[in-house]
């Protein structure tokens, strides 16, 4: 199993950047992909972000892609996401997934078996 903890959150000013780390805990971390979501109040959960498990291949959402990077260090069983150039529609609670995916990349959330508990990113105007 995996358990996975977010952290970074906070409130930003528009334009401004957070990083987001997922902290992961278990011994088969390298076997899963690792994606972040995210979900506004009022909203379905949407996908933000995945990598695979060596970290050689990303894929994001369209609304995220050029401002968003995520990254993932196995020796430290983390992943991040870097995120710039934030706007308020970027305001939401962020949670990190980690995923055996049968197929790369992979933006729906039943394709993933661990998740952290979110942390919330709010944007201001």
């Known amino acids: 199993q995996v358990q996975l903890v977010e952290s970074g959150g906070g409130l930003v000013q528009a334009g401004g950047s957070l990083r987001l780390s997922c902290a992961a805990s278990g011994r088969t971390f390298t076997r899963y992909a690792m994606g972040w979501f995210r979900q506004a109040p009022g909203k379905e959960r949407e996908f933000v972000a995945v990598i695979n498990w060596s970290g050689s291949n990303t894929y994001y959402a369209d609304s995220v892609k050029g401002r968003f990077t995520i990254s993932r260090d196995n020796a430290k069983m983390t992943v991040y996401l870097q995120m710039n150039s934030l706007q308020p529609e970027d305001t939401a609670v962020y949670y990190c997934?980690?995923?055996?995916?049968?197929?790369?990349?992979?933006?729906?959330?039943?394709?993933?078996?661990?998740w952290g508990q979110g942390t919330q990113v709010t944007v201001s105007k």
């Open positions: 997934a980690a995923g055996l995916l049968r197929y790369f990349p992979s933006s729906d959330s039943r394709g993933y078996d661990y």
